[in-house]
C-alpha cells in the first residue's frame, strides 16, 4: 500500500519512512536499532549545535536581541516558530566564518625547508615560519594515515615532513623518500595545465601586459568627441538610446521597474545596434574599412577559420561555483561527462594576476574538451581578459555568464544584469569575438523578471554578435531555482537560435529527463544539480538505465574525490583541510539523492525534498543526513578528525535545513 506522499516530497516507500527523532537516535546510536530512550539532554545539545552550524554568529545575536517590551525576539515569536522551522532557508550564507590556514596550524614549517634549500629563504631572519624540522615535528598533528596519495602515484611527496601521511615516504633524519623509478614515469608530463606562472602574474601586476588586439577594438568604441562617459569609452549610440539604456544601469535597478524597457529585441534602431562602431567611425579608428587588404586584415582570423565547437549531442557538466572544482570534475569525467567548463571567474581579478581566479582555470589533462566561464559587467574588462586567456592558457572554448542571479554580480551590471544592457552586451560579444581564436559560447537566463521571457529576443542578436553557442537556463533571475525550468520555452528558443547550437538546461535527474530535453530540438544538455546530487548521472544517460548505487560504491566515489582533491591542494595541513571543506560543500547536494531501491515510483525529480527515511546500512542513512555535523562525520571517515575549533558552514541556506 502506497503511503500518502505530501506536495513537493520525493515518494519513499512506506517501510523506509521514519520520523525525525527517529532518524536521528538511529545515527546517535551508530545504526543500532531503538535509541528512543535517548536523553532530553542531549537531544537539545544536539539542536543548538545544530542551531550555531545554521547561522551566523551575527544574526544569531541580532535574533536574540530583547525587544522593546524587554522580551526576547525569539520568545516573542514562539507562537510562529513551528512553521517557521518547516519554511526551507534560501539565499546564500553571508559572513559564513573563514578559517585561514594558521587557525589549524599555528607552527607552520618554511616552505624553503620542506622544497630543501632552507638557506635560501628569501625572508632570511624576518621569516615567521619555522626553520627547525625537529621543532615542527614536536608540535605536528597526528599522521592521518599510513598511505600518502601522491607518494603512491607519482614516486614523490612534494610536502615532505608537512605532509599528514608523512610516515609512508620518510625515512632516517626525515628524509623524504622518493620512489625513484614511479618519479621518472612523470617526470616533464604536465597533469594540470594553465597555471599562473610568476613572470606573468608581476606583467599584470605591474600593467606590462600587452592588449594590442583588445586596444584596438576598444578604440573603435571610443567617443569621436570625449565629452562624457567614463573613462572616455562610449558606446557609438543616439542621443535617444542612451537615454533609454541610462535608465537600465546597474545603479537604478537594472529594468526590475515596469516604466523601464531594456529589452534588446525592442530594437527601435536595429541597424545602431548592429554596429559597434560609432558614427564617423574613420576618425575613430586607424584602421581604414575600404582600399586594399592591410596587414591588419591578412592576421585577423575569420570567423570560418575559428576552431569550429563541436559538442552537439554531447553531455556537457555545468560551471559550477565553489563545487565545480578541478576534482569534481575529474570524477564527472570518470562517469561520462563530455565537456567540462572551469568554475565562474571575475575578468577583473584575473586581469589583477590573483592567484585564487587564476585556479579557477587549471585544466587537467582528462579534460579533453574544457573551456572556461568569465564575468564581467563592461566590454574593456572582458575584451582584455579573453585577450590575456587567448595568450596565456589552453581553453578549446571561452563562455560569457549571462544567467548569474546573485546580487553581488547583478548590482554591478554582471551577469543576469547583460540581459537588460543590450549595447553592452553587444560590445563585449563583439569584442570578445575579435581577439578570441577559440568559440565563443554565452549562457543565459529566460530574462529577468519572473512572468517576462526575454531570452527568445536577445538570442538572435546573439548569433548576429559573432557567438558559436548559447546555453538557456530555463529559469528567470527572480525564480532562482524554484519551480521548475520551462523547457517549452526553450524549445522555442531552440529553433529561433538554428543554425547557432542551443545547449538546454534545467530539472535534470535521469536519463528520461534528458531525452525529453533531447525531444525538445535542442542540440544537447548541460548538466549542473543533477551532476552534484549524482555524478553517476552520466553513466545513468549514456546507458540509458536507472543505477541502484549502493552505500559502499557512493563512499568509494568521495574516496577518489578526497585523494582527487589531496592531490590538487596538497596533502599538508593546508591541503587536507581545503579537501574537507569542498567535500563538506558537495555532501551539502549529495545528501538530497535518494536510493533507487527506496523510491516508491520512478524517477526522483529534483526540486523534490528527501523526507526522513532509514537507507539500507548504517553509512547509506548517514549519507541521507541533512545535518552538518553527520556530513563532518563523513569527512572525518575519509580525512581523519576534524581540528579544534573547526566550523563549517554551507554556501547555500537550502543546504542547511535539518
Same mark, same amino acid.
Given at each position: 500500500m502506497a503511503a500518502a506522499v505530501a506536495a513537493g516530497v520525493a515518494?519513499?516507500?512506506a517501510r523506509f519512512l521514519a520520523s525525525k527523532e527517529q532518524f536521528h537516535a538511529y545515527l546517535r546510536a551508530g545504526g543500532r536499532a531503538g535509541g528512543e530512550g535517548e536523553e532530553e539532554e542531549?537531544?537539545?545539545?544536539?539542536?543548538?549545535?545544530g542551531r550555531c552550524q545554521s547561522e551566523p554568529l551575527a544574526k544569531r545575536v541580532k535574533s536574540e536581541e530583547p525587544g522593546e517590551d524587554g522580551e526576547s525576539r525569539e520568545d516573542a515569536g514562539a507562537e510562529e516558530k513551528e512553521p517557521a522551522e518547516r519554511k526551507r532557508a534560501r539565499g546564500?550564507?553571508?559572513?559564513?566564518?573563514?578559517? @585561514?590556514?594558521?587557525?589549524?596550524?599555528?607552527? #607552520?614549517?618554511?616552505?624553503? %625547508?620542506?622544497?630543501?634549500?632552507?638557506? @635560501?629563504?628569501?625572508?632570511?631572519?624576518?621569516? #615567521?615560519?619555522?626553520?627547525? %624540522?625537529?621543532e615542527y615535528m614536536a608540535t605536528k598533528p597526528a599522521d592521518l594515515g599510513l598511505s600518502c596519495v601522491l607518494f603512491k602515484t607519482f614516486g614523490k611527496c612534494i610536502y615532505g615532513v608537512t605532509c599528514r601521511f608523512a610516515q609512508a615516504h620518510l625515512g632516517d633524519g626525515y628524509q623524504n623518500v622518493i620512489n625513484v623509478d614511479l618519479a621518472k614515469q612523470w617526470e616533464g608530463k604536465s597533469l594540470v595545465r594553465n597555471n599562473l606562472s610568476k613572470e606573468l602574474q608581476h606583467q599584470l601586476r605591474k600593467r606590462k601586459f600587452s592588449f594590442r588586439k583588445a586596444e584596438e577594438y576598444l578604440r573603435g568604441l571610443a567617443k569621436p568627441h570625449g565629452d562624457g562617459g567614463k573613462g572616455g569609452k562610449a558606446t557609438g549610440r543616439s542621443t535617444e538610446e542612451q537615454e533609454v539604456s541610462n535608465c537600465t544601469t546597474p545603479q537604478e535597478g537594472l529594468g526590475d521597474s515596469p516604466e523601464c524597457p531594456v529589452l534588446p529585441g525592442e530594437d527601435p534602431k536595429p541597424d545602431t545596434l548592429q554596429s559597434p562602431s560609432p558614427t564617423g567611425g574613420e576618425e575613430a579608428s586607424p584602421m581604414k574599412t575600404v582600399g586594399p587588404v592591410t596587414d591588419e586584415d591578412m592576421i585577423k582570423l575569420r570567423s570560418c577559420e575559428k576552431r569550429k565547437l563541436e559538442i552537439q549531442g554531447k553531455l556537457y557538466?555545468?560551471?559550477?561555483?565553489?563545487?565545480?572544482?578541478?576534482?569534481?570534475?575529474?570524477?564527472?569525467?570518470?562517469?561520462?561527462?563530455?565537456?567540462?567548463?572551469?568554475e565562474m571567474a571575475v575578468c577583473t581579478n584575473l586581469l589583477q594576476g590573483q592567484s585564487s581566479e587564476w585556479a579557477l582555470l587549471k585544466r587537467h589533462h582528462t579534460e579533453d574538451i574544457f573551456g572556461v566561464q568569465l564575468e564581467g559587467a563592461f566590454p574593456d574588462t572582458m575584451t582584455k581578459c579573453a585577450e590575456l586567456l587567448n595568450q596565456t592558457i589552453e581553453v578549446d572554448f571561452v563562455d560569457i555568464n549571462v544567467g548569474c542571479p546573485i546580487d553581488l554580480v547583478y548590482k554591478k551590471g554582471g551577469g543576469c544584469a547583460l540581459m537588460t544592457r543590450s549595447n553592452k552586451f553587444e560590445q563585449i560579444v563583439r569584442g570578445m569575438n575579435s581577439v578570441l581564436d577559440v568559440p565563443l559560447t554565452?549562457?543565459?537566463?529566460?530574462?529577468?523578471q519572473e512572468k517576462i521571457n526575454v531570452a527568445h529576443k536577445i538570442i538572435?542578436?546573439?548569433?548576429?554578435?559573432?557567438?558559436?553557442?548559447?546555453t538557456l537556463h530555463g529559469r528567470s533571475r527572480e525564480q532562482r531555482y524554484t519551480r521548475g525550468a520551462d523547457w517549452d520555452y526553450i524549445a522555442q528558443c531552440a529553433k529561433i537560435a538554428s543554425p547557432m547550437p542551443l545547449f538546454g538546461n534545467g530539472d535534470i535527474l535521469s536519463y528520461e529527463d534528458a531525452n525529453r530535453a533531447m525531444e525538445m530540438g535542442v542540440s544537447g544538455i548541460m548538466i549542473a544539480r543533477g551532476a552534484l546530487i549524482k555524478p553517476w548521472l552520466f553513466t545513468e544517460i549514456k546507458e540509458q538505465r536507472h543505477w541502484d548505487i549502493s552505500s559502499s560504491e557512493r563512499f568509494d566515489i568521495l574516496q577518489d574525490f578526497t585523494n582527487y582533491g589531496l592531490e590538487h591542494w596538497g596533502s599538508d595541513t593546508q591541503g587536507v583541510e581545503k579537501t574537507r571543506k569542498f567535500l563538506l560543500e558537495w555532501l551539502s547536494f549529495l545528501c538530497r539523492y535518494i536510493p533507487v531501491g527506496l523510491l516508491e515510483h520512478l524517477p526522483q525529480k529534483i526540486n523534490e525534498r528527501?523526507?526522513?527515511?532509514?537507507?539500507?546500512?548504517?553509512?547509506?542513512?548517514?549519507?541521507?543526513?541533512?545535518?552538518?555535523?553527520?556530513?563532518?562525520?563523513?569527512?572525518?571517515?575519509?580525512?581523519?578528525?576534524?581540528?579544534?575549533?573547526?566550523?563549517?558552514?554551507?554556501?547555500?541556506?537550502a543546504n542547511s535545513y535539518r
Amino acid at each position: 500500500m502506497a503511503a500518502a506522499v505530501a506536495a513537493g516530497v520525493a515518494p519513499v516507500r512506506a517501510r523506509f519512512l521514519a520520523s525525525k527523532e527517529q532518524f536521528h537516535a538511529y545515527l546517535r546510536a551508530g545504526g543500532r536499532a531503538g535509541g528512543e530512550g535517548e536523553e532530553e539532554e542531549e537531544e537539545k545539545k544536539e539542536e543548538e549545535v545544530g542551531r550555531c552550524q545554521s547561522e551566523p554568529l551575527a544574526k544569531r545575536v541580532k535574533s536574540e536581541e530583547p525587544g522593546e517590551d524587554g522580551e526576547s525576539r525569539e520568545d516573542a515569536g514562539a507562537e510562529e516558530k513551528e512553521p517557521a522551522e518547516r519554511k526551507r532557508a534560501r539565499g546564500q550564507n553571508k559572513s559564513r566564518p573563514c578559517m @585561514k590556514p594558521n587557525h589549524y596550524e599555528p607552527s #607552520r614549517l618554511c616552505p624553503s %625547508v620542506t622544497q630543501g634549500c632552507a638557506e @635560501k629563504c628569501y625572508f632570511g631572519p624576518r621569516c #615567521r615560519f619555522l626553520h627547525d %624540522v625537529g621543532e615542527y615535528m614536536a608540535t605536528k598533528p597526528a599522521d592521518l594515515g599510513l598511505s600518502c596519495v601522491l607518494f603512491k602515484t607519482f614516486g614523490k611527496c612534494i610536502y615532505g615532513v608537512t605532509c599528514r601521511f608523512a610516515q609512508a615516504h620518510l625515512g632516517d633524519g626525515y628524509q623524504n623518500v622518493i620512489n625513484v623509478d614511479l618519479a621518472k614515469q612523470w617526470e616533464g608530463k604536465s597533469l594540470v595545465r594553465n597555471n599562473l606562472s610568476k613572470e606573468l602574474q608581476h606583467q599584470l601586476r605591474k600593467r606590462k601586459f600587452s592588449f594590442r588586439k583588445a586596444e584596438e577594438y576598444l578604440r573603435g568604441l571610443a567617443k569621436p568627441h570625449g565629452d562624457g562617459g567614463k573613462g572616455g569609452k562610449a558606446t557609438g549610440r543616439s542621443t535617444e538610446e542612451q537615454e533609454v539604456s541610462n535608465c537600465t544601469t546597474p545603479q537604478e535597478g537594472l529594468g526590475d521597474s515596469p516604466e523601464c524597457p531594456v529589452l534588446p529585441g525592442e530594437d527601435p534602431k536595429p541597424d545602431t545596434l548592429q554596429s559597434p562602431s560609432p558614427t564617423g567611425g574613420e576618425e575613430a579608428s586607424p584602421m581604414k574599412t575600404v582600399g586594399p587588404v592591410t596587414d591588419e586584415d591578412m592576421i585577423k582570423l575569420r570567423s570560418c577559420e575559428k576552431r569550429k565547437l563541436e559538442i552537439q549531442g554531447k553531455l556537457y557538466l555545468a560551471p559550477l561555483t565553489t563545487c565545480g572544482n578541478l576534482p569534481f570534475r575529474r570524477i564527472c569525467k570518470r562517469f561520462g561527462a563530455d565537456v567540462t567548463c572551469g568554475e565562474m571567474a571575475v575578468c577583473t581579478n584575473l586581469l589583477q594576476g590573483q592567484s585564487s581566479e587564476w585556479a579557477l582555470l587549471k585544466r587537467h589533462h582528462t579534460e579533453d574538451i574544457f573551456g572556461v566561464q568569465l564575468e564581467g559587467a563592461f566590454p574593456d574588462t572582458m575584451t582584455k581578459c579573453a585577450e590575456l586567456l587567448n595568450q596565456t592558457i589552453e581553453v578549446d572554448f571561452v563562455d560569457i555568464n549571462v544567467g548569474c542571479p546573485i546580487d553581488l554580480v547583478y548590482k554591478k551590471g554582471g551577469g543576469c544584469a547583460l540581459m537588460t544592457r543590450s549595447n553592452k552586451f553587444e560590445q563585449i560579444v563583439r569584442g570578445m569575438n575579435s581577439v578570441l581564436d577559440v568559440p565563443l559560447t554565452v549562457k543565459i537566463r529566460t530574462g529577468v523578471q519572473e512572468k517576462i521571457n526575454v531570452a527568445h529576443k536577445i538570442i538572435p542578436k546573439i548569433r548576429e554578435w559573432g557567438a558559436s553557442m548559447v546555453t538557456l537556463h530555463g529559469r528567470s533571475r527572480e525564480q532562482r531555482y524554484t519551480r521548475g525550468a520551462d523547457w517549452d520555452y526553450i524549445a522555442q528558443c531552440a529553433k529561433i537560435a538554428s543554425p547557432m547550437p542551443l545547449f538546454g538546461n534545467g530539472d535534470i535527474l535521469s536519463y528520461e529527463d534528458a531525452n525529453r530535453a533531447m525531444e525538445m530540438g535542442v542540440s544537447g544538455i548541460m548538466i549542473a544539480r543533477g551532476a552534484l546530487i549524482k555524478p553517476w548521472l552520466f553513466t545513468e544517460i549514456k546507458e540509458q538505465r536507472h543505477w541502484d548505487i549502493s552505500s559502499s560504491e557512493r563512499f568509494d566515489i568521495l574516496q577518489d574525490f578526497t585523494n582527487y582533491g589531496l592531490e590538487h591542494w596538497g596533502s599538508d595541513t593546508q591541503g587536507v583541510e581545503k579537501t574537507r571543506k569542498f567535500l563538506l560543500e558537495w555532501l551539502s547536494f549529495l545528501c538530497r539523492y535518494i536510493p533507487v531501491g527506496l523510491l516508491e515510483h520512478l524517477p526522483q525529480k529534483i526540486n523534490e525534498r528527501p523526507p526522513y527515511y532509514m537507507g539500507r546500512d548504517y553509512l547509506e542513512t548517514l549519507m541521507a543526513s541533512q545535518n552538518v555535523s553527520d556530513w563532518i562525520k563523513i569527512s572525518e571517515l575519509l580525512l581523519g578528525p576534524v581540528p579544534t575549533s573547526f566550523t563549517f558552514l554551507p554556501k547555500h541556506k537550502a543546504n542547511s535545513y535539518r
